[in-house]
């Protein structure tokens, strides 16, 4: 059984930075892609980051510059530093992977729960 679990959200001032985690259990996490996605109220799932299986990484326009994504093979975790923050990055965060490389929802097999990310102006 595959989990994924989100964790390091929070409430924070704009400006501020967060590091979001998500742990992996149940696949053999170094063959997957890892994404990030948020979804904020009223709005479509969007895509944020992701890492292939051999660490290149790609970024959606809107973060690119302020959110870096990782991984750790060995400890089977994703990560998701986001820095500067803005308002308009308020959403749950939700983690995914993916055999392949992809910006799409659609194309990711799992998902994690979601990690709630509020930023203040």
């Known amino acids: 059984q595959v989990q994924l679990t989100e964790s390091g959200g929070g409430f924070v001032q704009a400006g501020g930075s967060l590091r979001l985690s998500c742990a992996a259990s149940?696949?053999?996490?170094?063959?997957?892609?890892m994404a990030w996605f948020r979804q904020a109220p009223g709005l479509e799932r969007e895509f944020v980051a992701v890492?292939?299986?051999?660490?290149?990484?790609y970024y959606a326009d809107s973060v690119n510059g302020r959110f870096t994504i990782s991984r750790d093979n060995a400890k089977n975790t994703v990560y998701l530093q986001v820095n500067s923050l803005k308002p308009e990055d308020t959403a749950v965060y939700y983690c995914a992977a993916a055999p392949g490389t992809s910006r799409t929802k659609d194309h990711y097999n799992y998902w994690g729960q979601g990690t709630q990310v509020t930023v203040s102006s």
């Open positions: 149940g696949l053999s996490f170094s063959n997957y892609a």
């Open positions: 890492i292939s299986r051999t660490s290149s990484t």
